[in-house]
């Protein structure tokens, strides 16, 4: 079922400060939160070991401040770890040259910003093509492919625009281009709508989604938002004071948080929005053969909606179409009025 | 403001400390009073402990200029050689637009082809308007440069033009490789930032005799003297500009995995274009400043027009020429700031021509030009009978005023000399070195921590050190008070014009115009009317120094939290508390910011008011320029220079502080 990891990061430590990687060494093997500050160093991640697996979504999630930006640039080398491992299918990019590592990132790595990061002289045509321009593909190659990609993220007429004429949430979907140029293997998005209003978030997430069901990349994803994570993640990390508290599936972090800070996260949330039908499911198949029919993997409050016809059971159904357990009614009322008590 | 700085800054005993200002400032009015006779080395500085400066720097200059070698080759050779690539494009622009490609040398030459016809000119500038802005500015443009023509300065025009069309592109360039080498390396930062200090606060004529000496006379070394005072801002605005680019986007480069290069050529340089583009406009507006001192060492020209007439005392012939430069200076820094904001525009798909249009039409002009002016002579040259000339009106108009006013401008002259000037200078004058120099460095300690107070006190020293004291204390009056009266007379106009929109855009064009006039120009109505002295100087200076002050007053006003001013209003202030103790409290930094400029444009001013008699450090560097002495000029010019470093970094410091008691960020 586990597909195979893309990216593995094995005890990575992103300490600031002078000297950080021989007084890290100097504190120990697993020094605390206390005896780094008390050392003057400024502990951004500590420790932090995850894996990421070919074409799941992975959520990094933490509040201000936790180390998530800081993780992710690790994770593609924008700067150096002080310790740890960061493997990418295998490779230890921390061994490989800078010339190496601009390959890497030219063909297997693409990036999305939270400020977007557009560069204000150039069209939308111009920036999308920017990556492939600065591989050295010839103007009309890169062209084409930068109008196939504006096209996917529905920009199709805006390519003489400049950033500046466009909308936060266009300027985005610009930005979701442009690092798709390359077709990346491995594609970062750190809080890319958080600079965005809260119904064009929701509709850039489902615009997400739609291209991830495409693409199906591997993909790390910051967020501050508990929703945001639950909404999107096929696993979520979350981390505080740079160090992962809990890693698992949402439904695995909203029904056994790991620690009281998980827990204050999954307070606020309906489990029904989290836990997928095939948890709940019961086998068999339901009496009614007409009744309707939802996906293993839809959430409970999904689901719901089926059950507004009167139905007492509903059919689940496995990715291959065939029917694989039954929903019932009283099971998703349970959740739905367990509601959002942990 | 280094780390180091702010941190001693936090850590000194402000609060107890109050009465160490008064104390300090009781003692130096002691030594004034009672110190002459006990202590006369503090008034005079002794003459056996004189840093020979002058003869060093002389003896260095000459030792550059005969022995210095890199291996085989002489430095002087390569100064020369520097002259000759540099003598290349400049030739070539003024073949293009004055003199016509000969063959051959002296009067056998003969033209191969001529200088571009004037209308064709005229046109291009008018198609670079357009481009760049639209049919306002290329209006605009065009009428500026019928002026000239009109005004029969075409021909002096056009030298000029081919100067500056060789300085700012090389100016650019270099700063920009300048600025981008510090960014990239911070030791060169480090480095470069008390050179390029010197540069901007050294008075221009202390450097043109060691020009003169390495580069010879002409007008390639009138280019060099221009870069050496046009490029520092662009250095500076490079690396400022560069490290302003949000982080994301510096990410964004790598992650699509720029080359170093890529990185900046690509990526940096396109995320600051703007602020690069300001600077661009600041090379060329310096390069015009320097027009006219550039004429004393080769550069012919508007500058040298302006210069010859000044000299022979004939004001109509300098001020057309002086107005010449003034709609070239129009001209060129609307171009550039209307193509700073420039907005891209995607070209027409289709064949070349389509793509290029302005191209296509530049060659149009061009050719037309030349094929009209093959046929008629009034093309090729603008013809005489054409030309108008206000030179014996403005001379009719000066000697009108002379007559009738003669009297009143020398009483009032004598009442503020005699008045003002004079008891002040006195004062001056008398002040002991040690005490002045002791009172600095503890203003310097004071306001910015020990290293300040370092700076300050060692730089005073060496001013005093090297026989400089005297004419130093001169210039300091000069400037101080026309400094003062600039700003008594610059932060009530910018009180008054802050808080209205409409008077506030008015003023600003007519500032914004007064800035792009070159120094010199501001002398010339003044020395008609005052002739030459201490009180000519003054008016010049501050009529040259007033606009900061307005500036700074009005951006400092208008940037004042309106919330404060709302809640001002809510506790029931009064209109006359809100704008001193909330506008313009909250407005100090900025205000101070604004001295600090106004001085530093009263100091620059100051050198070249020399040319009118004046007794100062300015005069000293003037007679050095006269002498061909490079000793003498650049140990009083580097005074100079040090008096601008002084006040510009106890006034930056105390700006920063009073910025940090009030609680507003610091940018
Ligand atoms: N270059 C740096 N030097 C020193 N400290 C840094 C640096 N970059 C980040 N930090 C510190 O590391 C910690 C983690 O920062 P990071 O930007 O990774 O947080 P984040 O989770 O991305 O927060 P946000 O949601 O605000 O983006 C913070 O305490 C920050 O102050
Ligand atoms: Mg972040």
């Not at chain 1, 993640?233 to 948080?257: L, S, W």
């Not at chain 2, 002058?54 to 260095?60: K, S, V």
């Not at chain 2, 690509?266 to 060329?284: F, S, T, Y």
């Not at chain 2, 290029?356 to 060659?363: F, G, K, R, S």
């Amino acid at each position: 079922m586990t597909a195979p990891a893309t990216l593995i990061c094995r005890n990575v430590w992103k300490l600031f400060g002078a000297d950080a990687e021989r007084r890290l060494a100097a504190l120990g093997p697993a020094p605390s939160l206390e005896a780094l500050q008390g050392a003057g160093l400024i502990p951004a991640v500590r420790d932090a070991t995850i894996e990421v697996r070919a074409g799941e979504i992975f959520v990094i999630m933490g509040l201000s401040g936790s180390g998530k930006s800081t993780l992710v640039r690790c994770l593609s080398r924008l700067i150096e770890p002080t310790a740890g491992e960061i493997l990418f299918n295998g490779r230890n990019l921390l061994t490989a040259s800078e010339a190496e590592m601009i390959e890497i990132r030219r063909h297997k790595m693409g990036m999305v910003f939270q400020h977007f990061a557009l560069l204000p002289h150039q069209t939308v045509l111009e920036n999308v093509a920017f990556p492939l321009a600065v591989q050295g593909v010839d103007r009309a190659r890169r062209e084409a492919r930068a109008r196939e990609m504006i096209a996917l993220v529905g920009l199709t007429g805006r390519e003489s625009a400049l950033p500046r004429q466009l909308s936060g949430g266009q300027q985005q979907r610009v930005g979701i281009a442009r690092s798709l140029a390359v077709e990346p293997e491995l594609w970062f998005l750190d809080e890319p709508f958080s600079a965005l209003d809260p119904l064009i978030r929701r509709e850039l997430q489902g615009e997400f989604m739609r291209l991830q069901s495409v693409l199906k990349k591997s993909i790390v994803f910051i967020t501050h938002d508990f929703d945001e994570a639950i909404r999107l993640a096929d696993r979520i990390a979350i981390m505080k004071d740079g160090a992962i508290v809990q890693c698992g599936t949402p439904e695995e972090i909203v029904m056994n948080p790991a620690t009281d800070y998980v827990r204050e996260f999954t307070r606020a949330v309906p489990k029904a929005k989290a836990v997928r039908v095939r948890t709940v499911m019961q086998p068999g198949v339901p009496a009614d053969r007409n009744a309707p029919s939802v996906a293993a993997t839809a959430t409970v409050a999904e689901a719901s909606a089926a059950f507004l016809d009167g139905a007492a059971e509903i059919a689940v159904l496995g990715a291959d179409g065939t029917a694989v357990g039954r929903l019932r009614r009283e099971d998703v009322v349970q959740l739905l009025l367990g509601g959002s008590e942990g | 403001m280094s780390a180091a700085e702010l941190s001693s800054r936090t850590t000194d005993p402000s609060a107890g400390a109050r009465w160490l200002w008064p104390l300090a400032l009781v003692l130096l009015v002691l030594l004034c009073l009672v110190g002459a006779a006990a202590l006369p080395w503090a008034f005079d500085y002794p003459k056996g402990l004189r840093i020979p400066a002058q003869r060093w720097i002389g003896a260095f200059v000459k030792w550059l200029t005969n022995e210095a070698a890199v291996g085989p080759i002489r430095f002087s050779d390569i100064t020369r050689f520097i002259a000759a690539v540099i003598d290349v494009p400049y030739r070539a622009a003024l073949n293009l637009l004055s003199t016509g490609f000969l063959k051959g040398e002296g009067s056998q030459a003969i033209q191969l082809l001529p200088p571009i016809p004037w209308p064709a000119v005229i046109l291009l500038f008018g198609l670079i308007g357009y481009w760049v802005r639209g049919r306002a500015t290329a209006l605009l443009a065009m009428g500026c440069f019928l002026f000239i023509a009109i005004f029969g300065q075409w021909q002096s025009a056009m030298v000029t033009l081919a100067s500056i069309l060789v300085a700012v592109p090389i100016g650019v360039i270099g700063g920009l490789l300048l600025g981008i080498a510090a960014f990239r390396h911070p030791w060169l930062d480090r480095a470069l930032k008390p050179v390029l200090d010197l540069m901007q606060t050294m008075p221009v004529f202390a450097y043109l005799v060691p020009i003169l000496i390495l580069f010879g006379f002409g007008p390639t070394a009138a280019v060099v003297a221009t870069l050496i005072y046009a490029m520092p801002p662009m250095t500076r605005l490079t690396t400022l500009s560069l490290r302003r680019v949000p982080s994301e986007i510096d990410d964004l480069g790598r992650m699509v995995g720029c080359t170093r290069s890529q990185m900046t050529w690509r990526v940096l340089v396109p995320a600051a274009q703007d602020a690069l583009m300001v600077g661009v406009n600041q090379v060329i507006m310096l390069s015009l400043n320097m027009v006219i001192i550039a004429s004393m060492i080769g550069a012919g020209g508007l500058g040298f027009d302006v210069l010859a007439a000044l000299r022979r005392l004939d004001f109509g012939a300098g001020l057309e020429a002086g107005f010449a430069i003034v709609a070239m200076a129009v001209a060129l820094d609307r171009l550039s700031q209307a193509a700073a904001v420039r907005q891209r525009s995607m070209p027409a798909p289709g064949p070349w021509h389509r793509r290029h249009p302005y191209v296509v039409a530049a060659i149009l002009i061009v050719t037309t030009g030349y094929v009209a002016g093959h046929f008629l002579p009034a093309v090729r040259h603008y013809p005489e009978a054409w030309e108008l000339s206000t030179s014996a009106f403005w001379a009719a108009a000066v000697q009108w005023l002379n007559v009738n006013f003669f009297d009143y401008f020398e009483a009032i002259k004598n009442a503020v000399l005699l008045n003002l000037l004079v008891p002040v200078k006195r004062l001056m004058v008398g002040l002991p070195w040690a005490g002045v120099t002791a009172f600095l460095a503890f203003a310097g300690w004071r306001v910015g921590g020990w290293r300040l107070g370092l700076l300050t006190g060692a730089l005073s020293f060496l001013i005093a050190a090297t026989g400089q004291w005297e004419k130093a204390m001169i210039t300091l009056y000069l400037c101080g008070i026309s400094t003062a009266i600039a700003m008594a007379i610059g932060v009530p106009v910018g009180i008054a014009v802050a808080a209205r929109d409409r008077l506030w855009r008015a003023v600003q064009l007519i500032i914004d115009t007064l800035q792009t006039l070159p120094s010199f120009v501001y002398l010339m109505p003044v020395v008609m009317l005052f002739r030459v002295g201490d009180f000519t100087a003054m008016i010049a200076v501050i009529a040259y120094a007033v606009v900061p002050a307005i500036r700074y007053t009005v951006l400092g006003l208008r940037g004042v939290d309106p919330r404060l001013i709302e809640a001002g209003r809510a506790m029931g202030c009064t209109p006359r508390q809100i704008l001193f103790s909330i506008r313009l409290r909250l407005a100090a930094p900025e205000i101070l910011l604004g001295l600090n400029q106004t001085i530093m444009f009263a100091l620059s001013m100051l050198v070249i008011t020399a040319l009118v008699g004046t007794r100062d450090l300015g005069q000293e560097v003037y007679i050095a320029l006269t002498k061909a002495d490079p000793g003498r000029g650049l140990v009083a010019g580097l005074a100079v220079a040090f008096i601008a470093i002084i006040t510009d970094r106890l006034i930056s410091a105390a700006a920063a502080r009073t910025r940090e008691r009030l609680g507003l960020t610091t940018h």
